[in-house]
């Protein structure tokens, strides 16, 4: 059975940094293309990272250059570092295969204050 379980959400100043991380078991992530979702209140989830098996990473325009995904492969996690975070980047954030696959975990909340 796949579990994804996401954590290192919280409260934080526009402009600060958080790093979230999913733990990940019943797969290899190192083996999949990972990503980190988002969903606002009243808005989709959205994706804004992905890290290929091969390690290629892509990110949503609103998140270049200030998001970074990673993982490690002996730990089977998969991280994002987010910096010069923004009101806007509120929201839950969960990881999945990219596509989606797995039932999504419980998300961790990522609040920014202006």
């Known amino acids: 059975q796949v579990q994804l379980v996401e954590s290192g959400g919280g409260l934080v100043q526009a402009g600060g940094s958080l790093r979230l991380s999913c733990a990940a078991s019943g797969i290899i992530v190192g083996r999949k293309g990972m990503g980190w979702y988002r969903q606002a209140p009243g808005k989709q989830r959205e994706l804004v990272a992905v890290?290929?098996?091969?390690?290629?990473?892509n990110y949503a325009d609103s998140v270049k250059g200030r998001f970074t995904i990673s993982r490690d492969n002996a730990k089977n996690t998969v991280y994002l570092d987010m910096n010069s975070l923004k009101p806007e980047d509120t929201a839950v954030y969960y990881c999945?295969?990219?596509?989606?696959?797995?039932?999504w975990g419980q998300g961790t909340q990522v609040t920014v204050s202006s």
């Open positions: 890290i290929s098996s091969v390690g290629f990473r």
């Open positions: 999945n295969t990219d596509p989606y696959t797995y039932n």
